[in-house]
């Protein structure tokens, strides 16, 4: 009896120690947020106030555009407006 409350209490400990460990940013490899859907209608400019790439291990390539309302949506990256308003604010930043 006393073995095993002895390999429970260490099993339990294991398992709360490993979930009060950081995960480290650089060693994360989960490709962030990916779009399965893509729209095709654009927007005013003066609603976008960001726009990024999806990470390259995602299965559909394409950008993604936050509105002003925190909205986010997703457009191909052959879409002519998104690849319009990517290099309009890429190139505004620097």
């Known amino acids: 009896m ?5 390999t429970l209490g260490l099993l339990l400990l294991t398992a709360c120690c490993c979930n009060a ?3 480290a940013p650089q060693y994360n ?3 962030g947020n990916c779009c399965f859907k ?3 209608h ?6 976008v106030s960001s726009i990024t790439k999806t990470h390259s291990s995602c299965l559909k390539q394409a ?3 936050k ?8 457009y191909s990256r052959t879409f002519q407006w998104a ?3 990517y290099e309009q604010l890429h190139n505004k930043r620097h």
């Open 21 to 23: 460990m950081p995960k």
């Open 29 to 31: 490899t989960a490709p």
């Open 2 to 6: 006393r073995t095993l409350c002895f």
């Open 63 to 65: 950008f993604i555009v």
């Open 67 to 74: 509105t002003i309302k925190r909205r986010q949506i997703c």
């Open 38 to 40: 893509v729209s095709t």
């Open 42 to 47: 654009s927007l005013p400019l003066k609603r």
């Open 83 to 85: 690849m319009d308003v």
